[in-house]
């Protein structure tokens, strides 16, 4: 990185605004930015988010229809088998459930609603007519349809795509090299395609991750650069809610200034993708929260999350207002 951080940045800023993607390389110079550097950086984030995103913020919103059981062993999950927590455990709701979440949601500002159920998969077919039914009824709502059902064939897949559904959301959750200190009853390359079989049947992917499990920023660096390699479409970044029960929940609550400073290397790394800020959003940010938007996010799930309480979600909308940001349509 040159002498002077600020031109550097600009120069860095500019060669994306003229598609140049950023390597790993000067994604490592921008990581090592000192503290004192960072509102450079932000200012730089929030040109590359107004050229390529806009003033739109894409609100998605979510309900969590099968809750605990999980077989696999995420560290991070309140919902594992692996582990002893107090998250609910209850088979998939009904369909008219679902069609309620949804309807809630979009009062609350979503326009996105994603159906989300525990498990590895989705293994009976009663089950998976259920959430086929349940994406027609999101449909009729007017929100776009997203799901969250672990690791489908490519014909289940398919049978909901023909359902309505727009958007499969499936986490890499952090780096290749970092991903078998999370979780070992699956691969990151069993992650990996699964998106790709959602790709390659026309369906939006939306894949992100979880920082504060422990990674180092080159770990999240090297997230963002598999998730450019892939071409996913929306990126969420959650950041650790350490739960009782989890091997994590000693974790300690990533600072809301190194919270930024990932926001903004994702933008850098993904300047055209979506990136909402989803779970621990609250907790991590603080009082820096409405700063997400300046340092490249143009989205976020907006009410609760799958075991945890959200923020208020009229308090998001007033400072979507507040910063002259408008809902997406």
Same mark, same amino acid.
């Given at each position: 990185?040159?002498?002077?951080?600020?031109?550097?940045?600009?120069?860095?800023?500019?060669?994306?605004?003229?598609?140049? @993607?950023?390597?790993?390389?000067? #994604?490592?110079?921008?990581?090592?930015?000192?503290?004192?550097?960072?509102?450079?950086? =932000? #200012?730089? #984030?929030?040109?590359?988010?107004?050229?390529?995103?806009?003033?739109?913020?894409?609100? *998605?919103?979510?309900?969590?229809?099968?809750?605990?059981?999980?077989?696999?062993?995420?560290?991070?999950?309140? @919902?594992?088998?692996?582990?002893?927590?107090?998250?609910?455990?209850?088979?998939?709701?009904?369909?008219?459930?679902? +069609?309620?979440?949804?309807?809630?949601?979009?009062?609350?500002?979503?326009?996105?609603?994603?159906?989300?159920?525990?498990?590895?998969?989705?293994?009976?077919?009663?089950?998976?007519?259920?959430?086929?039914?349940?994406?027609?009824?999101?449909?009729?709502?007017?929100?776009?349809? *997203?799901?969250?059902?672990?690791? =489908?064939?490519?014909? @289940?897949? #398919?049978?909901?795509?023909?359902?309505?559904?727009?958007?499969?959301?499936?986490?890499?959750? %952090?780096?290749?090299?970092?991903?078998?200190?999370?979780?070992? %009853?699956?691969?990151?390359?069993?992650?990996?395609?699964?998106?790709?079989?959602?790709?390659?049947?026309?369906?939006?992917? *939306?894949?992100?991750?979880?920082?504060?499990?422990?990674?180092?920023?080159?770990?999240?660096?090297?997230?963002?650069?598999?998730?450019?390699?892939?071409?996913?479409?929306?990126?969420?970044?959650?950041?650790?809610?350490?739960? @009782?029960?989890?091997?994590?929940?000693?974790?300690? %609550?990533?600072?809301?200034?190194?919270?930024?400073?990932?926001?903004?290397?994702?933008?850098?790394?993904?300047?055209?993708?979506?990136?909402?800020? *989803?779970?621990?959003?609250?907790?991590?940010?603080?009082?820096?929260?409405?700063?997400?938007?300046? +340092?490249?996010?143009?989205?976020?799930?907006?009410?609760?999350?799958?075991? %945890?309480?959200?923020?208020?979600?009229?308090?998001?909308?007033?400072?979507?207002?507040?910063?002259?940001?408008?809902?997406?349509?």
């Amino acid at each position: 990185m040159k002498t002077n951080v600020k031109n550097a940045v600009i120069a860095v800023v500019d060669d994306i605004l003229e598609g140049k @993607q950023l390597d790993h390389h000067e #994604a490592m110079e921008l990581a090592a930015l000192e503290k004192a550097d960072l509102f450079d950086l =932000l #200012a730089g #984030a929030n040109r590359v988010r107004e050229h390529f995103r806009g003033t739109v913020v894409d609100i *998605c919103s979510i309900v969590n229809a099968k809750s605990g059981a999980c077989s696999e062993d995420c560290s991070f999950c309140a @919902q594992s088998t692996h582990h002893s927590t107090a998250a609910p455990v209850y088979p998939l709701i009904n369909v008219d459930e679902m +069609a309620g979440a949804a309807e809630g949601a979009k009062r609350n500002g979503a326009k996105r609603f994603c159906i989300v159920t525990s498990g590895r998969g989705i293994d009976s077919p009663e089950d998976l007519e259920s959430i086929a039914q349940g994406i027609r009824r999101v449909r009729e709502t007017g929100l776009s349809p *997203c799901a969250t059902l672990g690791t =489908l064939t490519e014909k @289940q897949l #398919a049978y909901l795509k023909d359902a309505g559904l727009e958007r499969y959301h499936h986490n890499i959750e %952090t780096s290749r090299a970092f991903f078998s200190q999370i979780c070992t %009853t699956h691969t990151f390359d069993e992650r990996i395609s699964l998106l790709q079989h959602a790709r390659s049947l026309g369906l939006s992917t *939306c894949s992100g991750g979880i920082l504060g499990m422990g990674e180092s920023m080159e770990d999240r660096i090297s997230m963002a650069l598999s998730l450019r390699e892939i071409n996913v479409d929306s990126v969420p970044i959650n950041f650790l809610m350490p739960i @009782q029960g989890t091997p994590l929940e000693g974790g300690t %609550t990533i600072a809301p200034i190194e919270a930024l400073h990932a926001i903004a290397l994702f933008r850098m790394i993904l300047p055209d993708r979506e990136i909402r800020i *989803c779970a621990g959003r609250g907790t991590a940010l603080g009082q820096l929260h409405p700063l997400i938007f300046m +340092a490249g996010a143009d989205g976020f799930m907006i009410g609760n999350y799958l075991t %945890t309480t959200g923020l208020d979600p009229a308090d998001d909308l007033k400072m979507i207002e507040d910063l002259g940001l408008h809902v997406g349509e």
